[in-house]
């Protein structure tokens, strides 16, 4: 299972963005979506988490700010990022949790390969 991140970008702050996640593989079913962001020197840092389900979670510094969505049959998600801050600068990182059909169903937990946000004047 293959993810890529997309819409990453230069934003003044105040300003909105909209990061959406693809995958690509033989995938039975995605029982978590998530987005991660990391800055240099720190741990990588969950921003927000949606189930199959629909539960969702945020981390507090982005509640009312961004909103997480994701598209079951297709097996993608997107992050609406709005209100952008300074803080918000970060590597912003897809992650999918399900099965995949490899011959049996196997359990796969996958990462994206990353899209910048920078938040600057």
């Known amino acids: 299972v293959h993810l890529v991140e997309s819409g990453g970008g230069l934003v003044q702050p105040g300003g909105s963005l909209r990061l959406s996640c693809a995958t690509s593989?033989?995938?039975?079913?995605?029982?978590?979506m998530s987005w991660y962001r990391q800055t240099p020197g720190k741990e990588r840092e969950l921003v927000a988490n949606?189930?199959?389900?629909?539960?969702?979670t945020y981390t507090d510094s982005v509640k009312g700010r961004f909103t997480i969505s994701r598209d079951g049959p297709k097996h993608t998600s997107d992050l609406q990022m709005n209100s952008l801050k300074p803080e918000d600068t970060a590597v912003y990182y897809c992650?999918?949790?399900?099965?995949?059909?490899?011959?049996?169903?196997?359990?796969?937990?996958?990462w994206g390969q990353g899209t910048q946000v920078i938040v600057s004047t």
């Open positions: 992650n999918a949790r399900g099965l995949e059909i490899t011959g049996l169903l196997r359990v796969f937990d996958a």
């Open positions: 593989g033989k995938i039975f079913s995605i029982n978590y």
């Open positions: 949606i189930s199959s389900h629909g539960d969702i």
